[in-house]
């Protein structure tokens, strides 16, 4: 299994960004229990950012609601974070994440968003 994240870049603050994650190497969209974005800034701990389930529902950190949606489209395995309104906070390495039904978890290796101000 496989996890390919794209979409970052250098962005000014209050642009906007799609981040995508491909899972690839997995036998069916069903097999995915959730898959969630986590984020990393120079020197902190990765944190959560948002997760979608196997049913649709949404989740999100406190201070991504309202700015980012997650979504998915299921026959091409892949979840998109839209991400608005961006504050330079945000800069950081992103992470997708993949859980499976037979709780195994799989990481992507990464994009970089650069939020200037």
């Known amino acids: 299994v496989q996890l390919q994240a794209c979409g970052g870049g250098l962005v000014q603050a209050g642009g906007s960004l799609r981040l995508s994650c491909t899972t690839s190497g997995i036998r069916s969209s069903g097999y995915i229990n959730s898959v969630g974005w986590y984020r990393q800034a120079p020197g902190t701990q990765r944190e959560w950012v948002a997760s979608?389930?196997?049913?649709?529902?949404?989740n999100y950190a406190d201070s991504m609601r309202g700015r980012f949606t997650i979504s998915r489209d299921k026959t091409k395995n892949t979840v998109y974070l839209q991400m608005n309104s961006l504050k330079p906070e945000d800069t950081g390495q992103y992470y997708c994440?993949?859980?499976?039904?037979?709780?195994?978890?799989?990481w992507g290796q990464g994009t970089l968003v650069t939020v200037s101000s």
């Open positions: 979608i389930i196997r049913s649709g529902a949404a």
């Open positions: 994440r993949t859980y499976t039904i037979a709780h195994q978890e799989y």
